[in-house]
C-alpha cells in the first residue's frame, strides 16, 4: 500500500493514497512512521493540511486486497458515507464534546454537570501515559510509569494478535443520527481492533488512575465506545476492556448488535434527552442534585445552589452561628466568611475540588491586595523536583554515595525526598544537612532534575 502522512492540527494521519481513506491517527510523526513501518505502508509524500477539512473515517489496513470477502467490502460501503471533522477530534480537553462518552455517568448523577478543564496533576499525568501507551516511547517516564504502559502494552498485544487492523486513538461518533444543539456526540478510543473475519472487535480505553471505575457491563462510557465501532463497522460482537494497571484489573464485557445495540442505544440517548430538556427549560435548580462522587469535579461547583445548601449546613454548623451566602461562590463572602470557611474547609474534603480551589484563590486574592482574612496567611511552596533519569540516578548513588542493595530497595522508586535522608543519615552527625545540600547541586549539575514552579497557598494562623 502506498499512503501519504499529513498533519492536521496536533495530530499526524496516514492517508491511503488511492482511496483517501485515513488507516491510522497518531500523537506524533514518529509514531506514525513507525506504524507505517510496521505494516509495510509505503509513504510517497509529507505535509500539512488545513485542520477545517472533512476526513473519511479510518478503513482498513488490508483492503487492497482483491479476495476479501463480501462483509469486509460492506463495511468499506458503509464508512464511506460517514466523515470525521478534524476540529473536533479531542486532541486536547478544551475539544471534549458536551456529551463525551466519559461523562455520561455524572450527568446521569446531575444534569448540571459539566466536566473542568483545569488541568489537574493526575490528568496531566494520565494524558502522559496515554501518549506513551499509544507510541510505546517511555523516555522520561518513571519507572513505575513505564511499568503501567508496558502493562496496557502487553494486554493489547494479546488482543490484537489475531486482528486485521488495530487503530490507535480513534475518535467515534455515537448515536449518529441525533438531532442536536451539540451536534453528534463523540468520543475518542484508545484502541479499537477487528479481527480478520471482520465480525468482532476488540474496544480497550486504559484508566491510570487508582479509582477503580464502573463494571464494563453497565459502564456507560463503554456503551458509547460501542455504540460508535457498531456504527462504523458491520461486525456482529465486540468485547469492552477498561485496563486499570495501577489496581492491576481488568474489566470487560461481549457486547453483541442484535441482543444490545437497541438498548444501550435508548439508555444513553435518554440521558441526554434528559440534560437537553434541563436546558431548555432554563436550567432550573431543583433538578440538581449534590452528591460527592459528582460534585467533587464539577466545573459548576463554585456557585451551584445544589451543592451551596449541604456546604451552606455544614459551615453554619461549625461556625457557631455564621451565616454564608445561599450559592456559596467565594467571591461574594465577606472577609470574615472567608476565614471562617478556611477554619472548616477539610468537612468538605470530599467534596468540590473546584470549590475549594475557588476559595482559596480568593481567599489569596484579597489578601495580596491587602485585605485581611482572618487567621489566615499567604505561604509559597517550594515546588516539586522531578528525576528524568533514574538509570544514572541510581548509578550514581551506588558510586558516589555508598548505596548498597538495601538502600536500593528501600528506595525502589525515585524519591528525592527518602533518597536524601539516606544520604544525611550516612553522612554522620552533625554532617547530614551539607550531604544533602551537596546532593540536590549534584543532581542540578548533572541535569538529572527539574523543579515545579513554585506555588502559594492559604496557611491557618494559631
Known sequence: MIATLEQ???????????????????????????????????????????????????????????????????????????????????????????????KLKYLVACPGYEGSDEPSDAAIEGTMLHAAAETGETDGLTDEQARLVKMCRDYGRMI?????????????????????????????????????????????????????????????????????????????????HFLMPRRDEVSSAVFERDADYKRMELTVATVLDVVEAWEAAGKPAASLRADPATCRWCARAGDCPALGQPIVALMERESSGLVFPAEMNPCRMTLEQLGQAQQVKNIVRDWPVRWIKMLDTETIRRMKAGEAVPNCAVKRKAGDRECHDTLQLNVMLATEYGFDAADMKSVMKPLLGEIEKIIAKKAGRGKGTKAVEQFADRLEDAGLVTRKPDTEYVALLD
Not at 477545517?52 to 479510518?58: A, E, F
Not at 487503530?167 to 477487528?194: C, M
Not at 491510570?208 to 458509547?224: C, D, K, Y
Open 160 to 240: 490484537e494478535g489475531d486482528c486485521q487492523s488495530v487503530h490507535r486513538e480513534l475518535p467515534l461518533k455515537f448515536l449518529s443520527n441525533r438531532q442536536s444543539p451539540y451536534g453528534v456526540p463523540f468520543g475518542t478510543a484508545d484502541v479499537v481492533a477487528v479481527n480478520a473475519s471482520c465480525d468482532h472487535a476488540h474496544v480497550v480505553d486504559y484508566k491510570f488512575g487508582r479509582v477503580g471505575v464502573e463494571p464494563a457491563e453497565t459502564n456507560l462510557q463503554g456503551w458509547a465506545y460501542a455504540l460508535g465501532v457498531f456504527d462504523l463497522t458491520q461486525c456482529n460482537s465486540l468485547t469492552v
Open 8 to 102: 492536521r492540527g496536533k495530530r499526524w494521519w496516514v492517508i491511503r493514497t488511492e482511496s483517501d481513506h485515513v488507516c491510522s491517527t497518531h500523537s506524533s510523526k514518529a509514531s506514525a512512521q513507525e506504524f507505517c513501518k510496521r505494516r509495510g505502508i509505503v509513504l510517497v509524500a509529507t505535509h500539512e493540511v488545513g485542520a477545517t477539512k472533512l476526513i473519511k473515517p479510518w478503513d482498513y489496513v488490508k483492503a487492497e486486497k482483491t479476495d476479501k470477502p463480501k462483509q469486509e467490502t460492506n463495511m468499506k460501503e458503509q464508512t464511506q458515507n460517514q466523515t470525521v471533522s478534524t476540529t473536533a477530534t479531542p486532541a486536547t480537553p478544551a475539544a471534549h464534546h458536551r456529551f463525551s462518552p466519559s
